[in-house]
């Protein structure tokens, strides 16, 4: 009887994850051999901040509660303002608490890794029609609405969300703000973004942003009936 092929072999199944693996294997070994972080054993959560255009990769070994930063990505470009994305076709980047929900090692921006937009939150407070959707971390430089890392870099990103799901992590997180929530960002966004009707949508995404600031740890993020996060 044929044993079944893991997720990492299925995905060198496709030449673009095998060429990854190639060309970035060895580099994505010595991020995890810098940080003493087993790549057989972890968890991979990631971050991004649509002002900074910035994208931050964490990770934790599965018998530790803390997570450390392994390495940090710039946006090549982006598209929008900040605020969260509330229609289809308003270029906006989306704003909350995510998982990546899909690998596409054919993707028409060579590597590109989904997010589950829209979520709870979104469903509520997006157009209930026409909320949008196919939002990703990809490769490129293009966006209407996505995170472009460049093919180069996505390459590395791609190999440590396929290592960390082969590993057994079934959800892999990702939160998106608008600007680093700090008391500092939230007062940026009063002052530069105060008509843009989002304030009280950042207030209540800070305590999600604010708790793993001070603690390194993630807590499971849930949705109130007013499209609201808590924990």
């Not at 931050?56 to 450390?68: G, I, L």
């Not at 090549?76 to 989306?94: A, E």
């Not at 180069?152 to 960390?164: F, G, R, W």
């Amino acid at each position: 009887m044929l044993q079944a092929l893991s997720f990492k072999e299925t995905q060198l199944g496709h030449n673009r994850v095998k060429t990854a693996y190639e060309q970035k294997e060895e580099i994505v070994h010595n991020y995890f051999k810098h940080k003493s972080i087993d790549l057989a054993n972890f968890q991979l959560f990631i971050r991004a901040f649509k002002n900074e255009k910035i994208l931050e990769v964490w990770v934790k070994e599965k018998n530790t509660d803390r997570f450390t930063l392994l390495h940090t990505y710039e946006f090549c470009t982006s598209s929008g303002t900040l605020g969260p994305k509330r229609r289809q076709g308003d270029l906006q980047i989306p704003e909350g608490v995510y998982y990546i929900n899909h690998f596409n090692p054919e993707s028409n921006f060579y590597l590109s890794l989904g997010l589950n937009y829209p979520n709870a939150s979104d469903k509520i407070l997006s157009d209930k029609q026409h909320p949008g959707s196919s939002i990703y971390i990809h490769g490129d430089c293009v966006t209407i609405g996505c995170i472009p890392l460049t093919d180069d870099k996505i390459k590395e990103l791609y190999i440590i969300a396929v290592e960390a799901t082969n590993g057994g992590q079934e959800k892999i997180p990702v939160h998106v703000f608008p600007t680093r929530l700090t008391e500092q960002g939230i007062s940026f966004l009063k002052s530069n973004h105060a008509g843009s009707g989002h304030v009280e949508f950042w207030e209540n995404l800070k305590k999600v942003y604010d708790d793993f600031d001070e603690t390194g740890k993630l807590k499971p993020v849930k949705v109130n009936k007013a499209g609201q996060y808590f924990f």
